[in-house]
C-alpha cells in the first residue's frame, strides 16, 4: 500500500471514528430541552418524596407524643386527688413537688406538639407549592420524548453502518498498518489524524515549517505536527466521502 493510500484510510479511519463517537452521544444523550425536563421533575419527585417522609416521621412522633402527654394528664390528676388527702406540710410539699415536675413534662411535650404542627404546617405549604407536573408539561415532555425515540432509532442505525464501514477500513489495513494507526491513535485521541488550517496545524495550532506544509499538500507521505505528533492532511486533498 503506498503511503498515499495509507495517508487516506487513516483519514477514513479518522472521520469514522469522530462519527461514531457523535453518534454514540446522540444515542446515549437526550437533548438538552428534555433532559433540562427530565432534571425539574426528578428534582420535585425527590422533594416531594422527602416531604412525605418527614411528614410520616412527624405524624408518628406526634402520635407518641400525644400518647405520653394523656398519660401525664392522668398522673397530674391522680396528684391533684393525693393533694385533697394530705394531712401535713411535709405530704403538702411532696405533692405540690410532684405536681411541679408533672406539670413541666407536660409543658415540654405540648411544646413539642406545637413545633411539630408548625413544621406539619410547612411542609403542606411546601407540598402545594411542589406541583405536580401539568398536562402541558407532560405533552411537551412527552413530545421530546417521541422525537428522541425517532431520532436515536435513526442515529443506532446510522452507527451501525459507520461500525461496518470501521470494520470494511480495518481488515482493508491488515494487521501492520492499523497497529501504527491504534499507537497514533492511543497517544493523540479523539483528533489524531488533522486537517491543516493555512499553514498551521489545526489542533495545536502551530506554524508549520515551509518544507513540512509542501509535503502535506503534497499528499504523497505521512507527515506529522512538529509540536503535537499528530499525522496532517491538507483537506482540499482528501474532502470528506
Known sequence: MSERALLAAYITLQRLLTERLALQREVETPPPKLAALRAQGATRDAALASNRKRRAE????????????????EEREHVRRQKSQVTNMKQLQAVVSALDHVQGQIDEREGKLKQIMEELGSLDAQAAALTAESPAEREQREELEREWAKRRVESEAELERVRARLREVQLGLGASAM?????????????????IDGDSCSACHAVLRAAVLQLVRGGESLQYCE????????PALFPPE
Open 179 to 195: 497497529e501504527r494507526f491504534k499507537k497514533l491513535w492511543n497517544l493523540r485521541k479523539p483528533n489524531a489524524v488533522v486537517p
Open 227 to 234: 509540536t503535537c505528533r499528530r499525522l496532517l492532511f491538507d
Open 58 to 73: 412527624l405524624e408518628a412522633e406526634y402520635a407518641a407524643l400525644e400518647r405520653e402527654t394523656g398519660a401525664l394528664y
